[in-house]
């Protein structure tokens, strides 16, 4: 079973920050927090994963709060190809370890 | 643009017929995936190889028979399948071994697979 919680459908304006939340509340200390998410009809596209301190790269920033229970997937400036299926996945990292996909988060985005 | 390559992108095939998926990568990886997703319902793995070994069955009933005869290629033989089957049937790769940990699972973008 899926370890996260995520909210079925969010909805966001063109140019504006997305905030994806997640909730791992069962979440282990060698668990990391990983992000994908899948545009219709292509593969899932990686996104960001961090341990417990902030992360950000040139796609989006990941928030984890201080406890890990939780965390935000934040896409500064969404576009309309960013309107897609977000994952929210915890999984430790040992070699191959795979992944458990939820049901996620269907963000989208508007004009 | 997706490292990952798995064809054919589509494939309609009946109940009695033999096809096989291909993935294919040349990112050194030494782990491959396959996932099955149907309708609007998350990808769940398959399978698991690593170093052209098979690492992970997920309790995949035996008309799916996976291949990997080297480091870049993944094949996925089909056989006598069912209605049910009807999937996107994804691929991943990714580094193997704990030097590589955190590194992400790359994917293709799947074989949309229907059976008559």
């Known amino acids: 079973d899926a370890k996260t919680t995520q909210p079925p459908s969010m909805d966001c304006a063109e140019g504006r920050a997305a905030n994806l939340p997640c909730n791992h509340s069962?979440?282990?200390?060698?668990?990391?927090v990983y992000w994908y998410r899948q545009i219709h009809s292509q593969g899932p596209q990686y996104i960001i994963h961090?341990?417990?301190n902030n992360e950000t790269n040139e796609m989006a920033s990941l928030i984890i709060t201080e406890d890990r229970k939780s965390s935000t997937l934040i896409l500064p400036h969404a576009t309309l190809r960013d309107t897609a299926v977000y994952y929210c996945?915890?999984?430790?990292?040992?070699?191959?370890?795979?992944?458990?996909f939820g049901k996620g988060t269907m963000l989208l985005v508007s004009p | 643009d997706t490292e990952v390559t798995q064809t054919p992108k589509h494939l309609v095939m009946g109940m009695t017929n033999k096809k096989s998926l291909k993935c294919e990568q040349h990112m050194g990886h030494r782990a491959m995936y396959w996932y099955k997703q149907k309708a609007k319902k998350p990808p769940e793995l398959m399978f698991v190889?690593?170093?052209?070994?098979?690492?992970i069955n997920e309790s995949v009933p035996s008309r799916f028979s996976p291949e990997c005869p080297n480091s870049s290629l993944l094949n996925l033989h089909l056989h006598a399948l069912q209605p049910e089957d009807s999937a996107l049937y994804l691929c991943a790769s990714s580094q193997e071994g704990l030097l590589f940990a955190n590194q992400p699972q790359h994917f293709g973008d799947g074989t949309r697979l229907s059976i008559l």
């Open positions: 996945i915890v999984r430790v990292d040992s070699g191959y370890s795979t992944l458990t």
């Open positions: 961090g341990l417990k």
């Open positions: 069962t979440i282990s200390g060698n668990e990391y």
């Open positions: 190889y690593s170093y052209e070994k098979l690492s």
